[in-house]
């Protein structure tokens, strides 16, 4: 495309459990830019994006199927007047940072403006991108009807195929709901479907449709009797599926034994992460649809079922404690009702169902799970790279070593150069501690090399990487990531932490956001739940800031610590927790270690030189991690990465 100028991509792709995001490099006169775009959950994406005007090439780098239906121009004084009337503050901001001459962000900016949607205007962002739909099959296919008298001693013609699928349906009194749900079914476009209508008491069924069977519920039944040898699906009487949710699920199930998609929970969204084990044992956030292959639920005990009250988050536990691979495919593909189970239900289940050695517990009325501490309990290094700032470093040492409740700490300073008088003073009293070790390191600041200074002089089991401008709220804050950190299969694991005013500046870094890697809802109140509640609960993320990161020493070593050539300054810490992933060694997040943040006020703004070089870094990080950004696991991807507030785009 010749000049640049703002342009509206519209494209599409099939729907998959492998997504990745589209992704442009723009070959530029001045170098290289790779732009990542919305991923496709609804029928179509749009892009609003700024091609520069020294635009050579343009390279697409897209999944199998994908289709660019239509280019499309904008003016810029268009989405100015738009910026205007929807969101005046910002339609000013962007104007002043395009008068300033800071590209990157006069474009995210005016594009976070005009081409991002918050979640609650989730009906208008997906009629936007909705296509017409093929006419849904009306009535009952009766080649695929099987006429059985006892429908739950049979599965029916054809029910040991793979794409056979058993849903049962738990009803209520209210008929108009089973009735949704029901024409729902009705109307799915894959065949091999049968459904059995699970009633809370005796049930006077009509026989109009051979392919769904009633009957009462029998606390003594097993699941086995239900299902028989199909795939399995759990429905609640009102959950109304779309036309393709049954025929899209049975097409992923080779790719894990269970899939699950996203829904519309009473109207709201919820858009859900890739597998997250740790998310899904608290929370249930994947809800329904999902979709359990024969294979699965062959593991699962063959005893009986018991009460239809908890029966939904029992199987719900036993499927993810057994599943070999669990899929997401990120599409909309049911509206369901009901509320979650309360917190006292599910920690009761939690235990009853315990696989893990971790003790589930109630805090702040969600469920959390508590890992277990070896007795006595490990020596804990922590690691805090520091120059001068006495207000800080006193600060800091007097929250480690006087204010942390953990019994066995080790503080290493590593000191880049201090010449204040008085924090060289401080010194000499901390190393009047024997928990205090001071290391100096006589070189240009290189943070990477700093901190790897500091764990070679640790000798702790588990390291935590503490910057000098962090404060200490609670003093349990150690003990809730040591307990993380020394999981199995557990590499990195980050704290929340709060700027001086309250509000969030770490809950997780989501790998892609802002282009590179980014804190998701940062400056958000410090009380946020996050989408689906996330921030109320220790969960998977991709990566974790090294301004409060704790991981145990073999893990550190096993990946050679922090990348000092590299990422000297930046992404070291996202570059740290990719490689630890990549050897199978999961980051985790943590609400239970909160901390206080003034983020780099020691080291100042990112300005002139050092925005070059912040430049140089985050250019070897996208080089490196290509494939991270365009899919981080735990970010949908409809939600929007040129905003950090969990919005669509």
Same mark, same amino acid.
């Given at each position: ?21 589209? %992704? ?42 994908? *289709?660019? +239906? ?29 008068? /300033?001459?800071? +590209? ?139 036309s393709e949710a049954l025929g899209l699920l049975a097409t992923e199930i080779g790719q894990a034994d269970l899939i699950y998609a ?7 969204? /919820? ?46 536990? %036993? ?116 928990? *205090? ?25 588990? *390291? ?123 980051? %985790? ?61």
């Amino acid at each position: 495309m010749a000049g640049g100028g703002w342009i509206v991509l519209t494209y599409r792709e099939p729907p998959t459990t492998r997504p990745r995001r589209p %992704m442009l490099r723009l070959v530029r006169a001045e170098g290289v830019e790779d732009v990542v775009l919305p991923g496709v959950t609804q029928a179509y994406a749009h892009w609003l994006g700024l091609l520069p005007d020294d635009l050579c090439e343009i390279h697409l780098a897209a999944e199998p199927g994908f *289709v660019l +239906e239509r280019v499309g121009r904008r003016s810029t004084a268009s989405l100015f007047l738009q910026a205007l009337a929807t969101k005046p503050l910002r339609g000013i901001s962007a104007l002043y940072e395009g008068l /300033r001459g800071d +590209e990157r962000r006069y474009r995210d900016t005016l594009r976070g403006t005009c081409a991002v949607t918050p979640r609650a205007r989730y009906s208008d962002w997906a009629a936007e991108r909705a296509a017409p739909l093929p006419e849904p099959r009306g009535g009952m296919d009766r080649r695929n009807a099987a006429a059985a008298t006892d429908p739950l001693s049979r599965t029916g013609e054809g029910t040991r195929d793979p794409m056979a699928i058993r849903v049962l349906v738990l009803a209520d009194a209210d008929s108009k709901s089973l009735a949704a749900t029901l024409g729902s079914l009705r109307a799915q476009s894959h065949p091999g479907w049968r459904a059995v209508v699970l009633h809370e008491a005796p049930h006077q069924a009509t026989l109009d449709d051979p392919r769904i069977a009633h009957a009462p519920w029998r606390d003594d039944r097993s699941l086995r009797d239900l299902v028989g040898d199909a795939s399995l699906c759990l429905l609640r009487a009102g959950d109304r599926l779309v036309s393709e949710a049954l025929g899209l699920l049975a097409t992923e199930i080779g790719q894990a034994d269970l899939i699950y998609a996203d829904e519309l929970r009473d109207g709201a969204p /919820r858009l859900k992460p890739d597998w997250s084990p740790d998310l899904a044992r608290v929370t249930g956030y994947q809800g329904r649809p999902w979709l359990a292959a024969p294979a699965l639920l062959a593991r699962l005990p063959d005893g009986p079922v018991g009460p239809r009250e908890t029966f939904p988050l029992a199987l719900d536990l %036993m499927l993810g404690q057994a599943a070999a691979g669990v899929a997401h495919l990120p599409r909309v593909l049911a509206e369901t009702v009901g509320a979650d189970p309360d917190a006292v239900a599910r920690a009761d289940l939690l235990i009853q169902h315990r696989t893990a050695v971790a003790e589930p517990l109630i805090r702040d009325r969600v469920v959390d799970l508590l890992w277990p501490l070896p007795d006595p309990a490990p020596r804990i290094s922590i690691v805090i790279p520091s120059r001068d700032r006495l207000d800080l470093i006193e600060r800091v040492c007097r929250g480690v070593l006087h204010e942390t409740a953990y019994p066995a700490i080790e503080c290493v300073i590593v000191d880049n150069g201090s010449t204040d008088p008085a924090v060289l003073a401080h010194y000499d009293a901390l190393r009047r501690d024997p928990r *205090v070790t001071i290391v100096a390191y006589d070189a240009p600041f290189n943070f990477s090399a700093m901190v790897n200074a500091g764990v070679a002089a640790a000798t702790g089991s588990v *390291v935590v990487l503490l910057n000098n401008d962090v404060a200490v709220l609670r003093p349990d804050w150690l003990d809730a990531m040591v307990r993380q950190a020394l999981r199995p299969k557990v590499g990195a694991v980050g704290a929340k932490l709060l700027y001086a005013d309250g509000t969030l500046q770490h809950a997780g870094v989501v790998v892609g956001l802002g282009g590179r890697a980014g804190h998701i809802l940062r400056k958000r109140p410090g009380d946020t739940a996050g989408h689906l509640g996330r921030l109320r609960v220790a969960h998977e993320v991709l990566a974790v800031t090294a301004a409060c990161l704790a991981v145990s020493r073999e893990n550190y070593l096993a990946v050679g610590g922090f990348d000092a050539e590299a990422f000297p300054v930046d992404f070291n810490d996202v570059d740290f927790c990719l490689r630890l992933e990549a050897t199978g060694r999961k980051t %985790m997040w943590t609400p239970a270690a909160t901390l206080a943040h003034l983020e780099s006020v020691s080291r100042g703004p990112s300005v002139g030189v050092k925005r070059v070089r912040f430049e140089q870094e985050a250019a070897r990080f996208a080089e490196r991690w290509r494939d991270a950004i365009r899919h981080d696991p735990y970010y949908h991807p409809g939600l929007s990465l040129t905003t950090f507030g969990e919005d669509l785009e």
